[in-house]
């Protein structure tokens, strides 16, 4: 004899996120006329920023992940020019101090590359986790900021935003401002 017995407790089910297929890390090299030089991830997209205040600004899309780092590209004259630029990165990131759990910040310096600069890693829930700064301390300055394109979850995009981070470090470390 078989029987089937249910019980009438409810049992809730814990909450799951969708599986995340990540694209194959290749690179391509992006040239474009401007100053500087870099690689991506194929499967991102680098298109210029069309309220550009200047050239060479650009938004590179994640499109998989609808996460964007907008970039921008700037000349000075003179290190007052490049301390104030420095300033404006620092003021921008730390802009975010209320909601970070703690901003962690790293030197850039690649002296055979002649490429200065910092990353301010955020942590916490703050708008933006990721900003940089590039210089080579003469008359080139390249920012980077980070975002999802939407309202999210730190723990449910950690995954994600690591992922990405590691695309962002591969731009970092082979970019290079032309002579």
Known sequence: M???????????KPSAYPRVEYPIKTYEQIDADCPFSFE?????ELQPYTYAVKPCWY????TPFNATLH????SFNNLNELDSLAEDS???????????????????SDSTKGLYGMIYDLQGKTATPFNFYLTDGKNHFFRGSFYFNEKTKLDSI???YEFIN?????????FEFKQ
């Open 71 to 74: 970039t921008s590209y700037v």
């Open 158 to 160: 950690q995954p994600i």
């Open 40 to 44: 991506i991830p194929k499967y991102s």
């Open 59 to 62: 938004n590179l899309n994640y």
């Open 2 to 12: 078989f029987s089937l017995v249910a019980c009438n407790n409810y049992v809730p």
């Open 90 to 108: 620092y003021k921008l990131a730390f802009k975010h101090i209320s909601k970070a759990d703690e901003i962690i910040e790293r030197e850039i």
């Open 166 to 174: 590691a695309d962002m470090m591969h731009t970092i470390e082979t």
